[in-house]
């Protein structure tokens, strides 16, 4: 009697649940990795399609000119991570750099202090309202967006006075550097490796990350709401106050007119570097990323040479578009998994 025709048993559980693990695992590490790895197939294209791309005082261009708006994106990807949003920051840096070249005049101490002093005293303000009152972020940091610009303006008679920087010292604190990099890029770099470990290994960081997952239950389970969200509001606004501070210090003046729209890239930076804008996950390292990114685009269209400044926006607009919507159907898919 022959036997070669046996049935075959029921696929073994592993093998089931193999390959859904494959995916949400690859899912995963594209939403995390996503913007490192653009980063890296854009520098590839710009050192080869561009001779002066790859050059030393090019990388140290992009890394100077990105490291203020990194320092407001750690402070943002705080923020959202814990589920809420800061439209602030944008006037809180221009409101720095005016408040430090005005306080320059009593040296390196004042010019530092009283940006952050104001720049604290907003975000915490914003922060209570948000955690105490429960009001939406959105609408209580527009709210600021516009205050704050309004508060800038009165000390500048209308952006008619320009505050020079008076301190010598302060100055070479956003003008000089070393190797070829100014001291705000290893500011910047430090603030990473601090908020890095401040976010992943403290129960702080866990706090915020339970609160944007999902606040009730973070509440149930014991976790301190308001003051995480008060702390990371104050954050915010303390790194906007800094980045804003340094920028005068380059620019040896608080100029008026800049920050418009700056908070829109910090967002932008924040969510292409993978965190939700719905919060409850993301990272450090993926933001800085996703500030490169946006300077090395910027860098390239510069270098191109028959591109405006304008086709940069609508480039990292349809940028964060393909992200957002591919963050929305990399989650949709780890959820089916």
Do not use: W
């Not at 190797?179 to 910047?188: E, F, M």
């Not at 418009?260 to 990323?289: F, P, S």
């Not at 191109?304 to 940069?312: D, E, H, I, Y």
Request: hydrophobic share 55%; with cysteine.
């Amino acid at each position: 009697m022959s036997h070669s025709n046996v049935i075959a048993g029921p696929e073994p559980a592993e093998a089931r649940t193999a390959e859904p693990a494959r995916r949400e695992r690859a899912g995963r590490i594209l939403q995390q990795h996503g913007a490192l790895m653009v980063l890296m197939a854009l520098v590839v294209f710009g050192s080869v399609g561009f001779d002066s791309f790859a050059s030393g005082d090019n990388a140290a261009g992009i890394a100077v000119s990105s490291s203020f708006l990194a320092i407001i994106a750690i402070g943002m990807t705080f923020v959202i991570v814990s589920g809420g949003i800061d439209l602030s920051v944008g006037s809180l840096f221009v409101l720095g750099g005016v408040l430090a070249a005005y306080g320059s005049r009593a040296g390196i101490i004042g010019a530092l202090t009283l940006p952050l002093v104001a720049c604290g005293a907003i975000g915490l303000l914003q922060g209570l309202f948000i955690a105490r009152s429960r009001m939406a972020p959105f609408i209580v940091t527009l709210a600021g967006l516009l205050g704050v610009r309004g508060i800038m303006l009165a000390i500048s008679n209308e952006g008619a006075t320009t505050y020079l920087v008076k301190d010598k010292a302060f100055a070479a604190l956003g003008q000089h550097g070393l190797l070829g990099l100014t001291y705000p890029v290893y500011t910047t770099v430090l603030l990473g490796v601090v908020g890095i470990a401040l976010l992943q290994r403290t129960g702080f960081g866990q706090n915020v990350f339970a609160i944007g997952g999902n606040e009730d239950a973070a509440a149930l389970m014991g976790v301190p709401v308001a003051r995480t969200k008060v702390l990371v509001y104050l954050m915010s606004g303390l790194l906007a106050g800094l980045a804003g501070a340094l920028n005068a210090a380059r620019l040896s003046s608080g100029v008026t007119i800049l920050g418009i729209g700056m908070e829109l890239d910090a967002i932008a930076a924040v969510v292409i570097g993978g965190t939700l804008l719905t919060g409850g996950a993301g990272g450090l390292i993926g933001t800085m990323a996703g500030v490169l990114l946006l300077g090395v685009i910027q860098n390239l269209i510069n270098l191109a040479g028959n591109l405006t400044s304008a086709f940069q926006q609508v480039v990292s607009g349809a940028f964060l578009a393909f992200v957002v919507i591919a963050q929305r159907i990399l989650s949709r898919a780890q959820r089916l998994s």
